[in-house]
């Protein structure tokens, strides 16, 4: 019997700097409601959902960016929205910028279950962008100011009926993320983005290559691990800073399913059948028969390119 999962991809639109956190948390539960209409039983938000994406601002002093991060999860202004998927017996997970009791800072995901309950937590690992003002730019991304690389490694989660794991952002462009959740046979892999539409050290690289790219790296760690992918934007236009939408549903043979059309406040739902996972994984992505680790070692031993000497 097939193992159908309704999965809602919820896209959001700008957040400007001066939104506040419950304005935020409004959007998002009207997107719950959407989503429960459309028959959802799981709901997927961008990355660093709650905010305007901060990194793009310089703090000169570090820790006066701290206004950006949540300090427990769930906290006052997030209860209404864990409240909400309780209600509607939805799972869920979102991103926000999460500081520590020790403070650390991470750009964190939390994965929730229909309780309401936190199963289980990411903390992004590839880091993009700089630490320091950079005048080269046309904007900044400051996530390596902000954040330290993630110490959760890429772990799955048996909820829901099926096998969960996440990424953020970036991760979607390193094969790295999704095969080692391949390995623990990840059958949902959630992602959410907040991707500027424009290159910032190469401005004639606009929307259309940016997309590509996008969508390129999504379709071929879908097929690549015989996985779904859910690629969740924050979009539109943030302070006068662009950023694309194309939130997607991936199959796991590697084809978009579902696709939003706006870079507004959007909801799109695809059911989504769990046991499909299940031939790319016993056949061509049959690890366990065709992976030759032997000839794999540099991908833990070495981080950089080094080509043979001449
Ligand atoms: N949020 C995030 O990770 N954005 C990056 C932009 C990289 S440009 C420095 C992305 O990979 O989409």
Redesign the pocket.
Known sequence: MARILNIAAAQLGAIQKADNRDTVVQRMIVLADKAKAKGADFIVYP??ALTT?F?RWYHENRADADVWFEHEMPNRATSPLFDCVKAHSMGMTFGYAERTLEGRHF?TSILVDKSGKIVGKYR?V?????AEFDPQRTHQ?L?KRYFEPGDLGFQVWRTMGGLFGMM??????WPEAYRVMGLQGVEVITLG????SY???KPDEGPEQ?IFH?KLSLQAGAYQNSTWVVAVAKAGVEDGNPMFGCSVIVDPDGEIVAETRTEDDEVIVHPCDLDATKFGKETIFDFKRHRRIEHYGLITSRIGAEPPTE
């Open positions: 990355e660093l994406f990194p750009n992004k590839h880091l993009p962008g700089h991304h996530e953020i952002c970036n991760d979607r462009r983005f907040n991707t500027p290159n910032s050290q940016r996008h």
